[in-house]
């Protein structure tokens, strides 16, 4: 037994590929603070279904210009 934890052989612990959640988003998050005011962040974690970042990124996904246009461009499709 001892050698076998030595040798670190018993596969406890630690990573294992394919491990755990499967990220949310095709590209990686950026970790930001801002600062709102507290109506925004009421409006935000409700439109956000209790999330503030998922508020923030839904309204950031939905946001129109005022010529009617998308205001984020949607992602590429093409590798």
């Known amino acids: 037994m001892i050698e076998s ?30 600062t709102l005011p507290f109506s925004y962040a009421e409006q935000l974690m409700a439109f956000g279904a209790g999330n503030l970042s998922d508020g923030i990124r839904l309204l950031v996904e939905y946001a129109y210009t005022s010529t009617g246009t998308h205001w984020l461009r949607p992602p590429r499709t093409d590798s």
Do not use: I
């Open 5 to 34: 934890m030595q040798k670190g052989t018993l596969g406890r612990g630690g990573r294992r590929h394919g491990a755990g959640r499967p990220p949310a988003y095709r590209e990686p998050l950026l970790r930001k603070t801002v």
